[in-house]
């Protein structure tokens, strides 16, 4: 297993940091792939592979701009492979953050605060400009 | 705007490969994405006019600017300048129509008719006639502009003025390029044609329309018009038009009927008295329609808080199964509008039907 996962945001896909051994886990920007699984799979099959010997603690960011319906999916699938870790005695959290007026992200996070077992702290954040 | 204003649209513009109309004010922003939208989008026969296409959307586009006297009607719903580029056959058409006040009628018909009847070399010596001229108007350019449209489209400039009220007149003008390179047997298209989707455009309030070939590669740039465009609206209601955006034009570039290799579709923005319109058009084989139809009723039927539990039971429940998100993206849709998804199928032929979808945000 190479010892990290860095891809940068595009127009349609979002950036992601899987970097256990800096202890940060963080998936950011938009995510509308009409094809999900291209892009998905990769990337959840990596964190499965994290799954098998993860960190004590591992505080993933979701930091979403946008996420289309056919995504949702993928995110689901990677909360839970968050859960098996989770569930076998580690420290999880999921931090998801929003713009302080985006009220449509916030209530995506609150939809997965209320369907997963994993603790997870809604982040609000403000733009300077 | 409703479903039958969307078959209607869609009915006008049968032939065109590609259009996009465009109603209110004119920034470069506007101008800029519409020609990347038509360059990203055109067939690849008609690549080699790319260049000259641009040249001449930008030509038409300031024309607006520079002939337009819409200060007077400075609000965005009685704002009825006009802008569009269509594709049918062979020929790429761009028009405008912007109110000018009457008494520039006279003048810029002139010149108008004088371009209209020249040939390539006197069109050539009037070109350097004029940039040698120091006589050049205050508004730029003593007509260089429709010079430059006529010189680089090799055709004519139809136009027209309709009176639009004691001070004012519409000025329509069209724009042909025509691809010497492609045998097309489609009727040409009228400026009449352009005058009376001006008029749909302006009646039903509408923004912006797009009809073309909705393929994953050409929803991307529509996708980052909407958005760039929708910069100064309330961020809760652009996420909501760009999610609908989203949702609806990969549907179609999915599941739509496919017509000679094309999944055409078309979307429309409206705006009035604060609501924002939305409304989306595609072919669907008629096998699809029951199973669609059930899964639209069922979405209608149910409170927010129903489609809430709904939504949060696949989140709880469909990790493992693969076909699990089926209807999710509705769900989704009718979660967020406050009024019901209302749809319309109209039947084409034994074979398909056309699909419309309308929302209100």
New interface residues.
């Given amino acids: 297993m190479d010892d990290k996962l860095i891809l940068r945001p595009k127009n349609d896909t979002p950036g992601i940091v899987i970097d256990p051994s800096n202890d940060r886990f963080e998936i950011y920007g938009k995510s509308l792939p009409e094809d999900t699984n291209e892009f998905y799979d990769p990337v959840i099959g990596y964190i499965k592979k994290y799954a098998e010997n993860p960190n004590e603690i591992t505080e993933f960011i979701f930091n979403f701009e946008y996420y289309n319906s056919a995504s949702v999916r993928k995110i689901v699938n990677i909360i839970t492979v968050l859960e098996k870790i989770y569930r076998e005695g580690n420290n999880v959290k999921i931090i998801w953050m929003y713009e302080e007026t985006d009220e449509v992200m916030k209530e995506n996070g609150e939809d997965f605060e209320e369907t997963t077992d994993i603790p997870v702290e809604l982040k609000s954040f403000e733009y300077e400009d | 705007m409703n479903n039958n204003t969307i078959f209607q649209f869609f009915n006008h513009l049968k032939n065109d490969k590609i259009s996009f109309a465009y109603r209110g004010s004119f920034s470069n922003s506007v101008l800029a994405m519409a020609t990347e939208l038509i360059k990203n989008n055109m067939d690849a026969e008609h690549s080699k006019l790319r260049n000259k296409l641009s040249f001449l959307m930008i030509e038409s586009f300031q024309n607006i600017a520079r002939y337009a006297d819409s200060e007077a009607f400075p609000e965005p719903e009685t704002n009825s300048d006009f802008f569009m580029t269509r594709n049918i056959g062979s020929t790429f058409y761009i028009i405008s129509a912007n109110l000018v006040s009457n008494d520039k009628v006279a003048s810029i018909r002139e010149r108008l008719e004088r371009v209209n009847t020249l040939d390539k070399k006197e069109l050539n010596d009037l070109y350097r006639e004029v940039l040698t001229n120091k006589q050049i108007n205050q508004k730029g350019g003593a007509g260089l502009g429709f010079i430059e449209m006529v010189r680089k489209s090799k055709g004519k400039l139809p136009f027209d003025f309709v009176k639009a009220s004691e001070t004012h007149s519409m000025f329509f003008m069209q724009i042909e390029l025509k691809n010497p390179n492609v045998e097309s047997e489609q009727e040409p298209a009228k400026i009449e044609e352009a005058k009376a989707i001006q008029t749909l455009i302006a009646e039903n309030d509408i923004l912006m329309m797009h009809k073309g070939s909705f393929t ?1 590669d050409a ?2 740039p529509v ?2 018009m909407v958005e760039d465009n929708m910069n100064s609206m309330k ?2 209601v652009q ?2 038009i ?2 609908f955006l ?2 609806i034009l ?1 549907n179609i ?2 599941h739509s009927y496919v017509i000679n290799n094309d999944r055409e579709g078309i979307f429309l923005i409206g705006f009035k008295d604060g609501v924002f319109n939305l409304g989306t058009g595609n072919y669907i084989e008629n096998d699809k329609i029951e199973n669609l139809k059930t899964q639209l009723d069922h979405v209608n039927m149910l409170s927010k808080e129903a489609l ?1 539990d709904l ?2 039971k ?3 429940e ?2 493992e199964t693969e076909t ?2 089926a209807g ?2 509705l769900i ?1 849709l009718a979660r ?1 509008t406050d009024d019901n998804i209302n749809y319309s199928f109209t039947k084409v032929t034994d074979e398909y039907s056309f699909y419309s979808l309308t929302v209100k945000f």
Wanted: proline content about 0%; charged content about 35%.
């Fill in positions: 994953s929803i991307s996708l980052r961020l809760k996420k909501k760009y999610h989203v949702e990969q570039s999915k809430s939504y949060r696949y989140l709880r469909g990790r699990g998100s999710l993206g989704d967020e």
